[in-house]
C-alpha cells in the first residue's frame, strides 16, 4: 500500500511515520521495511516520489543540485578547498572551473580564485565518504567571483521562506531596496547594493525573515515594514523617492 502520513511542510521529530510504499527517502530520513521515517526534527518536504526531512536547525547538509554559495578557504595545486557551511570541507577543481584548458604547471589558479573570494556554485557530486564535488559552468556569475556585497547567513531550513512562493519575498525585498541578492540553498545570502543604506536595510529585512518565519502574514509586514524604513530614508535625504510596488502575499511559504 502506497501512503504518505503526513503533509509538505508538516513539523516532525525523529521517528516520526512519513510513509510508507515505494517512495524515494532522502536527507533527513532512514527506511526500515517499506516504511519511511524521520532521523531529525525538521519540516517534511515531498517532490514526487522523494520524501526527505530539512532540519530546522544544525549545519547545511549537502544535496546534489543545490546551488549555494561557498568561500575560498584554500588554492592547491589542481583544486580549490571552499567553506559552503557544511560539516565537510567542499572542493572545485579546475575542469568544474573553467573551460579553458589549464596548464596546472605554469598556471597561478589564484589569479581564477583566491583565498576569500565568494563564489556561486552548485553541488556536482556527494559520496558516502563525505567528499563534496562543487562546478561553477553554467552559473551565474561563471567569470569569477563575487565582487563587493556582503555575506549574511540564515538558518538553511528557512531559505524557501525567503525565496517566497515563485520568488515573491525575495522579489519584495529585491525591488523595494534596489539590491541584487543571491540566496544560496545552504543558507549563505550575497547582498550588492550601490547604496550602502539600501543594502544594510535589505540585510535587515533577510534577517527578519529568518527570526520570523514561522509566522503567518510575514510577506505583507514585511512590505509595511520596508516601505516605513524607505520613507524615513527619503525624509533624511538618502532616497529620492519611495518604491511603489504591488505584491501578493505568501503565506505558505514555499518556493516553488
Known amino acids: 500500500m502506497k501512503r504518505i502520513f503526513v503533509k509538505p511542510r508538516e513539523l516532525v521529530v525523529p521517528g516520526t511515520l512519513l510513509a510508507q510504499g515505494p517512495y524515494k527517502n532522502g536527507r533527513g530520513t532512514f527506511r526500515e521495511g517499506n516504511r519511511i521515517y524521520s532521523t531529525v526534527v525538521g ?91 562543487l562546478t561553477t559552468k553554467g552559473m551565474p556569475f561563471h567569470g569569477g567571483p563575487l565582487r563587493g556585497g556582503q555575506l549574511v547567513t540564515i538558518t538553511p531550513s528557512k531559505v524557501p521562506r525567503l525565496i517566497g512562493k515563485g520568488g515573491s519575498m525575495i522579489n519584495l525585498i529585491k525591488k523595494l531596496t534596489n539590491t541584487r541578492i543571491i540566496v544560496g540553498q545552504n543558507g549563505w545570502v550575497w547582498v550588492s547594493g550601490r547604496n550602502d543604506e539600501l543594502e544594510k536595510l535589505a540585510i535587515e529585512a533577510i534577517l527578519k525573515v529568518d527570526r520570523e518565519s514561522h509566522t503567518r502574514g510575514l510577506t505583507d509586514r514585511m512590505k509595511e515594514f520596508l516601505t516605513e524604513r524607505l520613507r524615513a530614508l527619503k525624509e533624511e535625504g538618502v532616497i529620492d523617492e519611495v518604491p511603489q510596488i504591488e505584491e501578493k502575499s505568501d503565506e505558505k511559504g514555499e518556493a516553488e
Open 43 to 133: 519540516l517534511v518536504e515531498v517532490r514526487g516520489d522523494l520524501i526527505r526531512v530539512i532540519p530546522l536547525e544544525g549545519p547545511y547538509m549537502p544535496e546534489v543540485g543545490d546551488n549555494v554559495l561557498g568561500k575560498i578557504v584554500d588554492v592547491r595545486f589542481s583544486n580549490w578547498a571552499v567553506d559552503i557551511g557544511a560539516p565537510y570541507e567542499a572542493s572545485l577543481r579546475v575542469q568544474d572551473a573553467t573551460e579553458e584548458r589549464i596548464d596546472l604547471m605554469k598556471t597561478d589558479l589564484r589569479k581564477i580564485f583566491d583565498i576569500g573570494d565568494i563564489i556561486y556554485a552548485k553541488i556536482k557530486g556527494y559520496n558516502e565518504i563525505n567528499q563534496i564535488d
